[in-house]
């Protein structure tokens, strides 16, 4: 593995001896080792970052920076075999991989590749597993929306939203790909500060979301609140929201919907 390949070579001239006589799958940080170095079972290296120097330190650092953002590889750690074994338990079948396959000419491949493993996540979820050390992985890839898009995957708006989403954007004349890639990409983005308008709840029922959650923004110093609608029903639900708010000085609106008037995102700016 790359990761434990890079590790070794930061020590390899200290510890010579110690690589040529063992074979390491797995790597461990442990604060318990007599040296900076230590061999468990044979296949286990073990490494006390607080006998590392400086300068062993600051590479070790960029090797698990470098992994974790480009190469995607995890951190094999003692907990490792366990959660290699929950991946494999969880990954994606039968209608997930039917979801992978519609938006696999649809989503950029970071996002692509983000649903897929917030799918397992997902199902290690429905599966009554702890999925804290999964979701972290998805953090550390992700650290601009992995949290958001394992939020969004476990409430379906994968098999729902997006798709509808899909379907209205695609029968514009002008529709291109990338306006999809960006719109998906904003709304994951933004989901902290969204709501999303749909037909499973009243009027009445969002107008009081979006009150309660203007009254916390601004109690938090957050000066924007996003609604995003699909379909004109929604689009019409949403506008009417928008009519509560009209003479309220303190806040600006701005409204940008499609030609079609079946999408729109509406900002409350205040």
């Known amino acids: 593995m790359k990761i434990l390949d890079n590790l070794k070579k930061v020590f390899e001239s200290k510890f010579r001896d110690l690589f040529a006589n063992n074979t390491f799958k797995l790597f461990d940080f442990s604060r318990n080792s007599t040296y900076t170095l230590e061999t ?32 995607g590889e995890l951190f094999l750690t003692n907990k490792d075999a366990k959660k290699t074994e929950q991946i494999k338990r969880n990954l994606p079948k039968d209608t997930d991989d039917e979801l992978l396959n519609f938006y696999s000419d649809k989503l950029n491949s970071d996002t692509l590749k983000a649903l897929e493993m917030s799918l397992v ?26 949290n958001n898009i ?52 009243s009027l009445e029922e969002f107008s009081g979301e979006v009150k309660f959650k203007l009254s916390k923004l601004k109690k938090y110093g957050t000066n924007k609140l996003k609604l995003h609608a699909i379909g004109k029903d929604n689009v019409e639900k949403a506008l009417k929201i928008v009519e509560e708010y009209k003479d309220k000085r303190e806040i600006n609106i701005e409204i940008i919907m499609n030609d079609n008037k079946t999408i729109v995102t509406i900002i409350f700016k205040f």
């Not at 429905?126 to 890839?141: A, C, F």
């Open 40 to 71: 468990k079972d044979g296949e286990k290296l073990l490494i006390d970052l607080t006998k590392s120097d400086d300068t062993e330190k600051k590479a070790i650092k960029e090797i698990l920076d470098n992994s974790i953002q480009n190469d």
């Open 121 to 146: 996540v997902r199902n290690a979820f429905k599966n009554k597993e702890v999925i804290i050390e999964l979701k972290r992985d998805i953090i550390y890839k992700f650290p601009e929306f992995g």
């Open 150 to 201: 394992c939020n969004l995957t476990s409430s379906n708006y994968f098999e729902t939203y997006f798709k509808e989403l899909y379907d209205i954007m695609s029968e514009e004349e002008s529709f291109k790909i990338d306006d999809y890639q960006k719109e998906v990409g904003w709304i994951i983005k933004s989901l902290p500060y969204m709501v999303f308008i749909n037909r499973f709840k």
